[in-house]
């Protein structure tokens, strides 16, 4: 049986990460943008100016709900009252899909703000697994798993972290969030190879990616979304769109954030190399 | 152990740090004793990890927090650095930052993702931890309000409730007084009426964007009484300062959300009035009373303080 690609999801083409600095220029200027991705937890039980903005930009732009605080693997149940609050911002802003990252970001009712890896066990998969399928449920739409970023591996003797995203889409039959660059940060944190990483995950089930820049800190590479992409990530991201065809690249930037302008280049960059690697693809062959 | 207790291991890796130091074998040992329900296996796996890892996301974390309160409470961190200076500190303004998130999170840890629990968190934090700054300057429990207050507006859920449209102003000035006092109003639950012990305003105004402040702030000089309400374009934050009680009185007519007559309004306003002359203020001037409550009126709706409730706003 053939399986679809991109997760079945339609290719939206390259986007970004709206941010509030860009509001009054989007409204004002209407760049083309083919979509941008929101971050339901920004309006959630809010008002006032981030929703009416996010209203009028609506009006004229695709939006795609992302996720931060799902917490899809902590052992604290799951915040029905968020999930349902995520489905209606869904539903309102008509988000297709809905991705979160595959992490914890809280646990013993303690939140930590940050994407925290977890552990790479058999009972961590078939707890993740268990929680998406109630997610899936809930959200009455597909769920995307973002692999993150992770600078320690609190448990790789059971199954690497290839297994361990695989088994997870498989198993609960959901969708994955490639981070590129979080693909290319890891295999330079945890040394490994970023392709053969690749080429060991379901990437049929991919139906979005993220590209972001990083820097270093501390001793090792962090995920900063503060800096342009790095070249050795568009060569990545080329091997990608080589082995998935076209889909919805976004370019996220969260800190030091540049100008509407700089972001819509890069987001251009991105659709320029998925279009040519594209066509190298389906080219018969000379 | 489930992956619950190695989970909860975990956060308290990343919030209280990991052990000391040594060999994986050392580390191992101290873990056992740190977390006595962990499966051997588990130990093994958290032993494994390479302490300066775990400090990388316990940097994050509380750096992550730090900023967003350096986003939320800008004012009230400056002056809790100008206050730290003054008493002999030399921390920079984000070392100082990162100890306070630190020892705020040991008090009242975050539960959940809101900014806006955050920022209440850091107000009981100061009221309940913070005995030397604030018997140093006793504006700051005023300024740290201030900001949660603002916070609070910024953030709270819209109401069905319009701002009064230009349009609707401009209907207003040609009705008789009559006619005014028949339209309904109402305040929005988010807005707040507050008591100050100084114009924190103006403190915020003169401070906002000065890194750090160049001296600890003044004493507390004469009380404040303020609305904060949105603006109705923007959406931000807006104060609005009340003169007097007959101000505070009208504005805490209005219950929230909750549709009242300008006429109700106006009779707060007045028997307040009234009730200052008879306690010794001068008598007072009725055309003169109703020019200043129209006058409130206006600057009510101007910051969004007062909404419509009549059909057809904006």
């Known amino acids: ?286 | 152990m489930a992956l619950a207790g190695v989970l909860s291991a975990i956060r308290q890796l990343v919030l209280d740090g990991p052990p000391p130091g040594g060999d994986a074998v050392q580390r191992r040992a101290d873990l056992a004793q740190r977390f006595p329900g962990l499966a051997p296996r588990e130990l093994d796996d958290l032993a494994a990890i390479p302490p300066e890892r775990i400090r990388v996301y316990t940097r994050l974390v509380f750096a992550g927090e730090c900023s967003l309160l350096e986003w939320a409470c800008p004012l009230s961190l400056a002056a809790m650095h100008a206050l730290a200076r003054e008493a002999g500190d030399r921390r920079s303004p984000r070392e100082l930052g990162l100890e306070l998130v630190h020892r705020m999170h040991a008090h009242r840890p975050w539960r959940s993702p809101s900014v806006r629990e955050l920022v209440a968190n850091f107000q009981a934090f100061v009221r309940e931890r913070c005995a030397d700054p604030l018997a140093r300057w006793s504006g700051l429990a005023d300024l740290v309000d201030f900001e949660r207050t603002e916070t609070e507006v910024f953030y709270a859920a819209d109401t069905p409730l319009a701002p009064v449209s230009a349009a609707q102003l401009g209907q207003m000035t040609a009705m008789s007084v009559g006619e005014l006092l028949e339209c309904r109003v109402a305040r929005p639950a988010y807005v707040a009426l507050r008591r100050y012990g100084f114009d924190v305003a103006a403190f915020a105004e003169q401070y906002r964007g000065v890194r750090p402040l160049p001296s600890a702030p003044d004493p507390p000089s004469r009380p404040w009484l303020a609305a904060c309400g949105r603006a109705a374009e923007s959406g931000a934050p807006t104060w609005m300062t009340m003169n007097g009680p007959a101000e505070w009185a009208a504005l805490s007519a209005c219950g929230d959300d909750a549709p009242v007559s300008l006429n109700d309004v106006a009779a707060a306003f007045l028997n307040e009035m009234i009730a200052g002359a008879q306690a010794g203020a001068s008598p007072i001037d009725e055309a003169r009373a109703f020019e200043q409550f129209f006058a409130l009126l206006a600057r009510c709706f101007d910051a969004g303080v007062l909404l419509s409730a009549e059909s057809g706003g904006r």
């Open chain 1, 1 to 286: 049986m053939s399986r679809p690609a991109n997760f079945g999801l339609e290719p939206l083409g390259a986007g970004v990460g709206l941010r509030r600095e860009h509001y009054g220029e989007i409204i004002e200027r209407r760049p083309a943008v083919r979509w941008f991705e929101v971050i339901p937890e920004n309006y959630l039980h809010r008002g006032g100016f981030v929703t009416d903005r996010l209203r009028r930009i609506g009006e004229h732009y695709r939006l795609i709900a992302h996720g931060v605080s799902l917490s899809i693997g902590s052992s604290d149940p799951l915040d029905m009252a968020h999930l349902r609050a995520v489905k209606r911002f869904c539903d309102e802003i008509g988000s297709p899909w809905f991705s979160d990252h595959l992490c914890f970001t809280m646990v013993d009712h303690v939140n930590l703000n940050d994407l925290i890896p977890l552990p790479f066990t058999d009972e961590a998969v078939r707890h993740v697994v268990a929680r998406v399928k109630v997610v899936q449920d809930v959200l009455e739409r597909p769920l995307l798993l973002e692999n993150v970023t992770y600078y320690m591996a609190p448990s790789r003797s059971e199954m690497s972290e290839a297994e361990f995203i695989s088994r997870i889409a498989e198993e609960a039959d959901c969708g994955l969030l490639l981070d590129v660059s979080n693909v290319l940060l890891n295999s330079r944190n945890q040394d490994y190879d970023p392709v053969a990483f690749l080429d060991s995950l379901p990437l049929h089930r991919v139906g979005v990616l993220h590209l972001a820049g990083f820097e270093p800190f501390d001793g090792v590479w962090l995920d900063s979304h503060a800096k342009p992409v790095d070249p050795e990530t568009w060569t990545l991201f080329r091997e990608v769109i080589r082995r998935i065809g076209p889909t919805s690249p976004l370019v996220e930037w969260d800190a030091e954030i540049p100008s509407l302008d700089h972001l819509l280049h890069e987001a251009d960059l991105a659709q320029r190399i998925m279009d040519e690697t594209a066509a190298e693809r389906t080219a018969p062959p000379a």
